[in-house]
């Protein structure tokens, strides 16, 4: 990706969340987006993976070994594995 893509959240309280898209991955036949908040009070970024749906809808999801594999793919695709 060349061109930062930017995304604004909107959680289960009505917070709102603006985020830059990472990359998308695909693992198992879905996709999924690597996010990282933008939020200057924080020291230590956190980033956010959540499923995509095929209308672009994102949603999270609870599965911790899934959520390890997609980070490691995503690690592996830009290079950050090492």
């Known amino acids: 990706m060349n061109e930062s893509e930017f995304i604004l959240l909107t959680d289960e309280e009505g917070n709102e969340v603006?985020?830059?898209?990472?990359?998308?991955?695909?693992?198992?036949?879905?996709?999924y987006a690597v996010l990282l908040p933008i939020d200057e009070d924080s020291s230590e970024p956190e980033a956010l993976i959540l499923r995509?749906?095929?209308?672009?809808?994102?949603?999270?999801?609870?599965?911790?070994?899934?959520?390890?594999?997609?980070?490691?793919?995503?690690?592996e695709k830009n290079g950050l594995d090492k």
């Open 52 to 75: 995509e749906d095929e209308e672009g809808e994102l949603s999270g999801f609870d599965d911790g070994e899934l959520l390890d594999k997609v980070f490691r793919l995503f690690l």
């Open 18 to 31: 603006e985020c830059e898209l990472l990359d998308r991955i695909l693992f198992e036949g879905a996709s």
